[in-house]
């Protein structure tokens, strides 16, 4: 769990960095949108390990496992649904993909 958390800091930090110094130029929002749904599915996985760890004290209401787990589940659907910004990026990943000019052989 911890391994994961770690990774997602990693990358929240890369597409945080990128999209301030490129601010001025061209923020990419494929590199947020890999952020945020990568950092929401791990969240949901490492709070759901979370939850067996702790069994049913996990469940209770008001534990900190399980607003932990709340938080986590409600941030997958926040500001985008990870299944439609992962389409959107997708898509301008293909398009900037189709603007680079191949060399003819």
Known sequence: MFSRVEACRAISRAAMAQNVTAAAVSPSTERAIAAKTFCTETAVEVTSSALGLFGGDGLKRGSLVE???????SSVVGYG???VLALVGARRLLDDAARVPTRDR
């Open 67 to 73: 607003k932990l787990f709340r938080d986590a589940r």
């Open 81 to 83: 649904s990870n299944d």
